[in-house]
């Protein structure tokens, strides 16, 4: 019980630690989004909460597309909750929520996956979430990182085209990295991303002192590498 409690304490004190996280200044949207794809995917030893590492490149994305993209002018990107925060207990819809400057309504919304391949059950929950929104909803996106990210069955496409008839909604399956890229291209400077991610990953309670090394790594790799 004695050597239990000092290898807890010896985990306390490791993730309590303090590391500078680095952040490289590359604008090359190929390498910040291999940096992302290399975090993402780490074969990690013993931490839990690498899922929620799309979830804050997506919304660090979000956060300066709101600031730069006339689309989003007006709006704001909701705080995120916390990563065991069930929706139903938030009241969001989403993982990652735009506001609408119009109300309290949900203007734009990104339900974020890892590692998981779309279904018919997701599209359908996604479906719920849209017809139970307080307002319309413009746009609700299903990201994963699991390489099945797009609508490939008559009854998936047949889900996403009834929900744009019944609730002027479009209902956008891909995968997150291809999401991640395509909206770095829209940005001024993408490096912008990367401090946004970083600042996450120092603050964000579901990650572990073993995330922020391999990003440490991975970042001074990408770094020398540009080089």
């Known amino acids: 019980d004695a050597l239990s409690y000092l290898i807890y304490l010896q985990l306390l004190h490791r993730e309590s630690k303090i590391i500078d996280l680095s952040i490289p200044k590359t604008q090359d949207i190929q390498l910040i989004v291999q940096l992302f794809k290399g ?10 909460g ?9 919304w660090a994305t979000y956060s300066v597309m709101v600031e730069q993209l006339t689309r989003y002018q007006g709006m704001t990107l ?10 139903s207990q938030t009241g969001a819809i989403a993982d990652i929520e735009v506001a609408s400057s119009k109300g309290s309504g949900i203007f ?6 890892s590692d998981i ?3 018919d059950d997701i599209l359908n ?6 017809a139970g929104a307080s307002a319309p909803v413009d746009r609700y996106y299903i990201l994963t990182t699991h390489q099945n ?13 009834n929900v744009k008839n019944m609730y002027n909604c479009q209902l956008i399956a891909n ?53």
């Open 39 to 48: 975090h993402f995917s780490h074969n990690y030893k013993a931490s839990k």
């Open 50 to 58: 690498a899922s929620r590492l799309p979830v804050l490149a997506l």
């Open 78 to 87: 909701k705080p995120l909750q916390e990563h065991s925060a069930a929706d």
């Open 108 to 113: 734009e919304a990104i339900e974020v996956k």
């Open 117 to 119: 391949a779309l279904s």
């Open 125 to 130: 929950t996604a479906k719920l979430k849209i």
């Open 149 to 161: 990210c797009e609508p490939n069955t008559p009854a998936q496409r047949a889900t996403i085209a």
């Open 175 to 227: 995968g997150v990295l291809p999401t991640i890229k395509y909206y770095l291209r829209l940005l001024s400077d993408p490096s912008a991303v990367l401090s946004k991610y970083a600042e996450l990953l120092g603050q964000d309670k579901a990650i572990a002192h073993e995330h922020r090394e391999v990003w440490n790594m991975l970042a001074t790799q990408d770094q020398a590498g540009a080089k």
